[in-house]
């Protein structure tokens, strides 16, 4: 009988088809991971993925199909400054930073408009090549913009893709603004983070894997994977002390290539497959979230706690924003450098390190103070070695759309493998039901396959209403 082996734990809606969902952790939801009951509250917070875009349309339809409510983050910020961006000791609004970025954003707009249709390892112009090969430092640089700006969008960047300024291709920052100033301006352009699962995001992979619960096997990690010479894959796998061999005829990974690239494959794998698994970019993005009796960024200062600073804990938000009572978190994200270094000693020292810069911006919130502080160190977990993917300098012409190409019947999918989505729950939840879709084809599932198009097909109308950059998985 035809087996299908998805290590990782995110395959769905293969109707009718036997499979092993192998997850190498002990619990579903890989960088999906929430906290409940934060500090001793009633709060549940996110250590994983966190917000969902407008666009982000494959998401908000499962989140939906499963029962699950998505809340609307932005009616709670009504009436608040919405961004504080504290540099050199002096506070700027988001307003500021918008009439500062203007001469940036012509620059941006001359450049995707020598870019043509986008850039990857497949298809690009000189144009797009020598861009993918410029950092976003190099092409901060060379831009025509203040000192202030530069250092803002190197901050920005940083804690977005969770890499240095100097490693990051400039088309990370470029493709953000496809429409370099909307009438909404944000510095990540058309990412507006505007949702968020209410009790927690974790609900989304724990409700599909009730779902698929007879087939589900945790604690198990892939040890190899070998093609054999009638084309099937002898998959080895280890549960504790056991080692034992299983034969597939297909399989699907969703496991991060930061993870896989430790795997050894004995698999004839194309060039730009092989290269993508060795060397894609990962983020060092951590979190520490602290607890407080009082909401003082707001009581106070009329803030939403979304900061961007020069200070070294980068940038903050306020997690769960909508939740009743009058005590609140504030999530420190940093990336880079600063990511790596907020692994150091134990989380309780990160938040002595923390609280005085927070202090410059919201004097008193010191004493506020409550409960423990939590930590997400993404780049320390051993089945994710990282936050999530970013494209490093000369990696979109070289393997950007790679990641997700089937070899033989071998299927990838996940946040890497997705090239408008990079990054998001989003993106896995798009390249899973992509494979889905191929894998009904492959079998010959005529009803399943069509209607897994369709569906497919009317996500991405869905999602090109709100930036026609989305119309993709």
């Known amino acids: 009988?035809?087996?299908?082996?998805?290590?990782?734990?995110?395959?769905?809606?293969?109707?009718?088809?036997?499979?092993?969902?192998?997850?190498?952790?002990?619990?579903?939801?890989?960088?999906?991971?929430?906290?409940?009951?934060?500090?001793?509250?009633?709060?549940?917070?996110?250590?994983?993925?966190?917000?969902?875009?407008?666009?982000?349309?494959?998401?908000?339809?499962?989140?939906?199909?499963?029962g699950l409510t998505a809340i609307n983050l932005k009616p709670s910020d009504r009436g608040l400054v919405e961004e504080t961006w504290y540099f050199q000791g002096t506070k700027y609004t988001l307003t500021d930073v918008a009439n500062f970025f203007v001469p940036l954003a012509q620059k941006i707009s001359q450049d995707l408009a020598a870019i043509g249709d986008g850039v990857t390892y497949k298809s690009y112009n000189q144009a797009g090549l020598n861009l993918d090969r410029t950092s976003i430092a190099q092409y901060l640089n060379s831009a025509p913009i203040s000192p202030i700006l530069r250092q803002m969008i190197r901050l920005a960047y940083t804690t977005e893709f969770g890499r240095e300024p100097e490693e990051q291709s400039c088309?990370?920052?470029?493709?953000?603004?496809?429409?370099?100033?909307?009438?909404?301006?944000?510095?990540?352009?058309?990412?507006?983070?505007?949702?968020?699962?209410?009790?927690?995001?974790?609900?989304?992979?724990?409700?599909?894997?009730?779902?698929?619960?007879?087939?589900?096997?945790?604690?198990?990690?892939?040890?190899?994977?070998?093609?054999?010479?009638?084309?099937?894959?002898?998959?080895?796998?280890?549960?504790?002390a056991s080692a034992f061999d299983r034969i597939y005829e297909r399989v699907l990974l969703t496991l991060p290539?930061?993870?896989?690239?430790?795997?050894?494959?004995?698999?004839?794998?194309?060039?730009?497959?092989?290269?993508?698994i060795a060397q894609l970019g990962y983020g060092t993005n951590s979190k520490l979230i602290t607890a407080y009796q009082e909401r003082i960024w707001r009581?106070?200062?009329?803030?939403?706690?979304?900061?961007?600073?020069?200070?070294?804990?980068?940038?903050?938000?306020?997690?769960?924003?909508?939740?009743?009572?009058?005590?609140?978190?504030?999530?420190?994200?940093?990336?880079?450098?600063?990511?790596?270094?907020?692994?150091?000693?134990?989380?309780?020292?990160?938040?002595?390190?923390?609280?005085?810069?927070?202090?410059?911006?919201?004097?008193?919130i010191t004493a506020k103070r409550q409960g423990e502080a939590i930590r997400a160190y993404w780049p320390g977990e051993r089945y994710s070695r990282g936050s999530y993917s970013c494209w490093l300098v000369g990696q979109y012409s070289t393997i950007a759309g790679a990641e997700r190409e089937r070899v033989g019947n071998l299927f990838f999918a996940g946040e890497h493998c997705s090239l408008a989505a990079q990054g998001y729950m989003e993106g896995g939840c798009a390249t899973g039901e992509l494979a889905a879709w191929r894998i009904m084809q492959d079998l010959s599932l005529t009803a399943s396959a069509a209607a897994q198009k369709a569906r497919i097909d009317d996500t991405l109308r869905t999602r090109r209403r709100v930036n026609r950059r989305l119309a993709i998985p």
């Open 171 to 240: 088309l990370n920052l470029l493709f953000f603004f496809y429409e370099p100033l909307p009438k909404d301006f944000s510095v990540y352009g058309f990412s507006d983070e505007r949702f968020h699962v209410v009790g927690g995001n974790e609900q989304v992979p724990q409700r599909l894997a009730a779902r698929l619960s007879p087939f589900i096997q945790l604690g198990t990690a892939l040890d190899t994977i070998r093609t054999l010479p009638d084309g099937r894959y002898q998959v080895s796998l280890r549960s504790g």
């Open 1 to 66: 009988m035809l087996r299908c082996c998805p290590p990782g734990g995110s395959i769905r809606r293969l109707t009718g088809v036997p499979v092993d969902i192998v997850e190498a952790n002990n619990r579903i939801g890989g960088r999906m991971r929430s906290l409940p009951n934060a500090a001793g509250t009633a709060t549940t917070v996110e250590l994983g993925g966190e917000f969902i875009d407008s666009g982000h349309t494959f998401m908000r339809r499962l989140v939906s199909e499963l």
């Open 299 to 364: 009581t106070r200062y009329n803030s939403t706690a979304a900061v961007y600073t020069d200070l070294g804990f980068q940038s903050s938000w306020e997690p769960t924003r909508y939740a009743p009572g009058t005590s609140g978190f504030i999530t420190n994200y940093t990336g880079g450098s600063n990511g790596v270094a907020l692994g150091g000693g134990t989380p309780e020292t990160q938040a002595q390190i923390l609280l005085p810069q927070l202090e410059r911006i919201f004097p008193g």
């Open 257 to 276: 290539f930061s993870v896989l690239r430790q795997i050894p494959l004995a698999v004839d794998l194309p060039p730009a497959k092989k290269l993508a």
